[in-house]
């Protein structure tokens, strides 16, 4: 038997309902906020993401399929959203459409991880992204969108973590503080974090390992550092939320594994998660789309995990019932009109189903309670010869008899 690639999953019929209706809420409250699908390719050109996300990162440094297409070419599948975003904004010119430009995205990423529970090599992101303002309104605008998704999903309990990781005014500054004071305790921290406090100082905030948490609780804080547009950047983004009333923790170690941001960093945590326990994350990038290329455009973006998303709802969910109508024929002789029946009442949009099995009449009853549907249309011989029949509400159990040519009307879907 060959089974799906380690850390993949199959969605299976069974809980697409799960995706639908997620995918539909998100869609619901883009167009609220005024946000626009945008649909990149799968994958790019692997130096995208080498200048976009940064070669000192652990996504980069070992987590891409990365691959040479037949013509000799570098392509990786892309693992995260926003450079393909910021690749797309700047090739077609999204600016020329006015500013500011609000995009989203939904789609399947590709990291090559150690899987466990909500960590998988194919995962699914909704992503925003928000060009063209450096004012902490677009942040905001942004934090906000996250926020309301949340609440309406039903993930209340979600904790947003903030934090400004400032910008390469007064960044430098405080990596160079970092990098002697990790110099001093280098040999109390993991392998990785050695070679980051070298390569890339900030990412050893990011560690989870228990023995480099310990180094870093005692680390200088970078807030401390920032300059004064950072910091007031970052006073008036809390003040905005205020106004909300949006809870938040501000998180002085959240840096976050992308090197393109600048100033705000956030994250929603949803504890009952255990260690994967991020749904959903972003932050400013008022460099990037230079970076790629593009004329200098400020801009804020968030990604949500969908899997861990689902996993956050738990059974918080009802599902809906699938099926409007099932119809169930009493003999061979009544077979030709169902089918009739059939056709006619999906013709009217009718989720509509009849045995193909040449089931008992028992076993269709039993058929059409499995599939939960609302109605019943019952075809028995002898009604059909007077050209009536019968349609049982399924929910309560009330019966009545109509004219073949009229039961239509009697469905209140
Ligand atoms: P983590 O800290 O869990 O590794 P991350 O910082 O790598 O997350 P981002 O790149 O910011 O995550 O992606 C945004 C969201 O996508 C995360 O908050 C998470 O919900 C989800 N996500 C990231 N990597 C995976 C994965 N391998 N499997 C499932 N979901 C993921
Ligand atoms: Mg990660």
Redesign the pocket.
Known sequence: MISRPKGTNDILPDEIWRWHKLEAMIRKECACFGFKEIRTPIFEETHLFQRSIGEAT??VEKEMYTFLDKGGRSMTLRP?GTAAVVRAFVENNLKGAGLPAKLYYLGP?F?Y?RPQA????Q?H?FGIECFGSLEPALDAEVIMLAHELYQKIGVKDVVLKINSIGCPDCRPKYLEKLRSELAKYKDRLCENCQRRSITNPLRVL?CKEEKCQEVIADLPHLQDYLCDECSLHFTNLKKILDIWELPYVEEPRLV???DYYTKTVF??CFDDLGA?N?????GRYDKLVEEIGGESTPAVGF???M???LLAVGDKWQKEPEIDLYIVSIGQETKEEALRQLLLARRHGIRTEMDILNRSVKAQFKQADRLDTKYCLILGPDELKDNRVKLRNMQSGEESEYQISEWLGGLKL
Do not use: L, S, V
Request: negative net charge; hydrophobic residues 35%; aromatic residues 14%.
């Open positions: 652990d996504i995260e990423m990291r991880e909500g960590r998988y090599r995962f992101q990011d976050r594994g992308f994250e929603f994967q991020a749904i959903g994350a972003g990604a949500m995990g899997e861990r998303t």
